[in-house]
């Protein structure tokens, strides 16, 4: 079984910068696809980018260019480093891992999930 613990989450504003941290434990994160997804209020949850177990990422179109998913296998650790932004990136930021090599934008493909950490862009 894996555990996931997100932490970095917090207040700031427009045009500044967080990094979120995805802390896995039970299971090497090197094995495993890893995702960043979120949930603003009243909305379902969407996805934000991916990388694989080989380290190809792949990005939403809305934070492509800003945001920059990365993991350090030695710490078993998976960042998320978001600059430039965006009051509209005001959510709950939830880690989640796969039990596969290719990363996927899709919800119902990850099998472990993090508690979320919450994130607030003030303009």
């Known amino acids: 079984q894996v555990q996931l613990v997100e932490s970095g989450g917090g207040l700031v504003q427009a045009g500044g910068s967080l990094r979120l941290s995805c802390a896995a434990s039970?299971?090497?994160?090197?094995?495993?696809?890893m995702g960043w997804f979120r949930q603003a209020p009243g909305q379902e949850r969407e996805f934000v980018t991916s990388i694989s177990g080989s380290g190809n990422t792949y990005y939403a179109n809305s934070v492509k260019g800003r945001f920059t998913i990365s993991r350090d296998n030695a710490k078993n650790t998976m960042y998320l480093q978001m600059n430039s932004l965006k009051p509209e990136d005001t959510a709950v930021y939830y880690c989640a891992g796969r039990t596969s090599y290719v990363y996927s934008s899709s919800l119902n493909d990850y099998n472990y999930w993090g508690q979320g950490t919450q994130v607030t862009v003030s303009s």
């Open positions: 039970g299971r090497t994160l090197s094995r495993l696809a």
